[in-house]
């Protein structure tokens, strides 16, 4: 090959380099341009948007203006039109007469003391003298009644008629050492003599019950005659006689007298003078 032919070839080759070079440069380019008027578009959008969000933020703004002022037109008309049904109405005072005053007097409160029966008993005490207490509890208004017209305490009754008989109404002891017998619920002594029917205690709980009583206030006043107050263990020792045996008797019964009374052993036995006396 020749230099001339080997000049051409590398001028031609020289060409196809330059010609792929300024291809590159111009795709280069046209890629730039396309990116420029990308950004542009975008911007453009944004613009839009921009715009459109303010004129839309403006008309709500307008809205809410002309909705505020079309409520107080309604709230001005509305309380004209309340004004006015008030003025059509009259005073409650001239719709409702004033009623008469009226004094209502409530009834004098009257406490009742109920006798006690086994069920107000400590369940210690129900065990010693639960079936004794049981006994009398049929005679209670009997004993309320005889007793409050003696003016005698009636729980404390009910208390001696317990240890003496447990309310058996024909109880009639025989068995004392010095002879004497005792009968009914109070087991009267038969010492006593003429002064009582004994026979009639033992078919008469009434006169039974009051006969006890009549011992009871020998031995207030033979107390009183000793310079003793008539207390509850007082009378109940002096009930079973004066002695070491009577003490021990009225220990015992006075925890059944604390026990249903709620009351003390100082309590006085003598609650008022007789209706009789």
Same mark, same amino acid.
């Given at each position: 090959?020749?230099?001339?032919?080997?000049k051409?070839?590398?001028?031609?080759?020289?060409?196809?380099?330059?010609?792929?070079?300024?291809?590159?440069?111009?795709v280069?380019?046209?890629?730039?341009?396309?990116?420029?008027r990308?950004?542009?578009?975008?911007?453009?959008?944004?613009?839009?948007?921009?715009?459109?969000?303010?004129?839309?933020?403006?008309?709500?703004?307008?809205k809410?203006?002309?909705?505020?002022?079309?409520?107080r037109?309604?709230d001005?008309?509305?309380?004209k039109?309340?004004?006015?049904?008030?003025?059509?109405i009259?005073?409650t005072e001239?719709?409702?007469?004033?009623?008469?005053?009226?004094?209502?007097?409530?009834?004098?409160?009257?406490?009742?003391?109920?006798?006690?029966?086994v069920?107000?008993?400590?369940?210690?005490?129900?065990?010693?003298?639960g079936?004794?207490v049981?006994?009398?509890?049929?005679?209670?208004?009997?004993?309320?009644?005889?007793?409050?017209?003696? /003016? %005698?305490?009636?729980?404390?009754? &009910?208390c001696?008629? +317990?240890?003496e $008989? @447990?309310g058996?109404?024909? =109880?009639?002891?025989?068995?004392n050492?010095?002879?004497?017998q005792?009968?009914?619920l109070?087991?009267?002594?038969?010492?006593?003599?003429?002064y009582?029917?004994?026979?009639?205690?033992?078919?008469?709980?009434?006169?039974?019950?009051?006969? /006890? %009583?009549?011992?009871?206030?020998? &031995?207030?006043?033979? +107390?009183?005659? $000793? @310079?003793?107050?008539?207390? =509850?263990f007082?009378?109940?020792?002096?009930?079973?006689?004066?002695?070491?045996?009577?003490?021990?008797?009225?220990?015992?019964?006075?925890k059944?007298?604390?026990?249903?009374?709620?009351?003390?052993?100082?309590?006085?036995?003598?609650?008022?003078?007789?209706?009789?006396?």
């Amino acid at each position: 090959m020749d230099i001339y032919h080997l000049k051409n070839k590398y001028i031609i080759k020289l060409s196809l380099v330059l010609v792929f070079i300024f291809s590159l440069q111009c795709v280069a380019s046209s890629m730039t341009i396309a990116e420029n008027r990308t950004w542009l578009l975008q911007g453009e959008v944004e613009k839009n948007k921009t715009v459109i969000i303010k004129t839309e933020r403006a008309a709500l703004i307008s809205k809410e203006a002309v909705i505020k002022s079309e409520i107080r037109e309604i709230d001005v008309q509305t309380l004209k039109e309340i004004e006015a049904t008030l003025e059509t109405i009259p005073e409650t005072e001239e719709l409702i007469p004033q009623g008469v005053p009226v004094e209502v007097l409530a009834p004098p409160v009257q406490i009742i003391e109920q006798m006690p029966t086994v069920d107000n008993l400590s369940d210690e005490m129900r065990k010693t003298w639960g079936v004794k207490v049981t006994g009398t509890d049929q005679w209670n208004t009997l004993i309320e009644r005889v007793s409050k017209e003696e /003016g %005698i305490d009636p729980i404390f009754i &009910k208390c001696v008629m +317990a240890i003496e $008989s @447990g309310g058996y109404q024909q =109880a009639h002891n025989t068995k004392n050492s010095n002879g004497t017998q005792d009968y009914g619920l109070m087991q009267v002594n038969t010492s006593w003599g003429s002064y009582f029917d004994y026979n009639k205690m033992l078919y008469d709980p009434e006169y039974a019950i009051r006969s /006890g %009583i009549q011992v009871v206030k020998c &031995k207030i006043a033979s +107390a009183e005659k $000793s @310079g003793e107050e008539p207390t =509850a263990f007082e009378i109940l020792w002096r009930y079973n006689g004066k002695s070491a045996k009577g003490k021990r008797y009225a220990e015992r019964v006075i925890k059944l007298y604390e026990n249903l009374s709620g009351k003390t052993e100082n309590e006085m036995v003598l609650t008022q003078k007789p209706k009789n006396a």
